[in-house]
């Protein structure tokens, strides 16, 4: 994909089917601030079940729709979490240098 700093590869525990087609692996990358727009960072931060299923969908490659977000084991959705969360970290709070 892109700039591995901005993209995230994600190996779900469990699939989405999709039709005859599953979604093993996404991708996600790092949103900018007109993604984030209508969402309370500290929700997005808190992982908020809301805010990741309005959020993921907007990110993720294969584009996810929000029910299938919503049918998300719980583990799968705290791992796609915690990639966007750490996407809002600076570079140095994530021990990033360049």
């Keep these: 994909m892109t700039n591995k700093a901005n993209t995230e590869e994600i190996t779900l525990d469990s699939p989405i089917q999709r039709g005859e087609k599953t979604i093993e692996k996404i991708f996600l990358r790092k ?9 309370a960072l500290s929700d997005v931060l808190q992982l908020q079940v809301d805010a990741l299923v309005k959020l993921t969908p907007r990110l ?6 929000e029910p299938e977000m919503r049918e998300l ?8 979490g915690g990639v ?5 970290l600076t570079k140095r709070a994530r021990g990033v240098t360049e």
């Design 60 to 65: 993720a490659s294969p584009a996810l729709t």
């Design 31 to 39: 949103p900018t601030a007109g993604e984030l727009r209508g969402m």
């Design 73 to 80: 084991d719980p583990a799968d959705l705290v791992q796609i």
């Design 84 to 88: 966007i969360a750490s996407f809002l």
